[in-house]
Each structure stands twice: as C-alpha cells, then as structure tokens.
C-alpha cells in the first residue's frame, strides 16, 4: 500500500499520495525513471551486447536477486488491472532499440533473436533459484552458470 510505502521511506502517506496519487502511478514513474537511465546508457555505448550484458546484471547481482527494474516489471505484469494488461510495459518499452543493434541480420530476425536472448535473460534472472534447484545444480557455482548463459547469449546473437 501507499502508506506501506511512505513509512518504509520514512516519509508521511501524504506526501506519497500527493506526488504519486496511487501505487500504480508510483509505480509507473519508477519504471519511465528506470527505462529512461538504461535507454540512455544503450543509446551512449551503442553496443547491443552491453546492453544485453546489462539486463543479465553480473553473477552477484542475480543471484542476490531480481534487480529493482526487474522486480518493478513483474509485479506491474502480475498486478495489471484488467483492460490495462501491459500498458506501463508497452510506454517504457526501451528495449524496442536492440533489435536495431543486431549487425548482419535482417530486421524481422534481429527481432526474433533478441525476443529469444530477453526470453534466456528474463528466464534466468527470475527463475534461477528454481532452476538450479530442479535440476540439481546447487553444487555448481553461480558463476559457472551465470557464464553459461552468457555464452549461450552471445551464439544466439551469432546469425
């Protein structure tokens, strides 16, 4: 809730309320801020790989957990009201500009391996306590896997 909010943030529920209205909105600004900073950083290196490198976080930051965009996605996804299913998602979109990053493959195919790269990238950053947990993986070290789909990435980019 709002007030949840404000006194985690150590702040009064009307201020909250005042500059966000509701959860949703707050929400929605979080991820315009958060999609506006990466959009500028793609945009700065040019480099679709680096972009990518970015979404995937490094092996600490995915195993601690889901970075803030991240978690902000899944719950806007997960908490959409009916009739507005994906709007936020739709507005801050940034990652419309990587399949245009994708040297030497057609525009149709750059969209299509870049949908797959984001499925690996999404997949594993949400779900990767489960899958290590599935298939017995504990052993291994994050790391270890965490490169494993880093290379796994790069010969999806690789027409």
């Known amino acids: 809730s709002l007030r949840a909010i404000a006194r985690a943030a150590g702040v009064n529920h009307g201020l909250v309320h005042r500059h966000f209205g509701t959860r949703v909105a707050l929400v929605d600004r979080l991820l315009e801020r958060i ?91 949400f779900f990767h306590p489960y899958i290590r947990a599935a298939l017995h993986l504990e052993g291994e070290s994050f790391e270890t896997l965490h490169d494993a789909i880093r290379r796994s990435l790069r010969k999806l980019a690789d027409p």
Do not use: C, N
Not at 52 to 61: Q, W
């Open 35 to 125: 999609a506006a900073q990466w959009t500028a950083e793609v945009q700065l290196s040019g480099d679709f790989g680096r972009a990518i490198d970015s979404i995937l976080g490094t092996p600490v930051e995915a195993e601690e957990s889901a970075s803030t965009w991240l978690r902000l996605l899944a719950w806007s996804l997960l908490t959409d009201p009916p009739g507005r299913s994906g709007e936020a998602q739709r507005r801050y979109a940034t990652l419309d500009l990587l399949p245009g990053m994708l040297k030497d493959h057609e525009p149709g195919e750059a969209a299509i391996t870049t949908a797959s790269m984001l499925a690996l990238v999404f997949g594993w950053r």
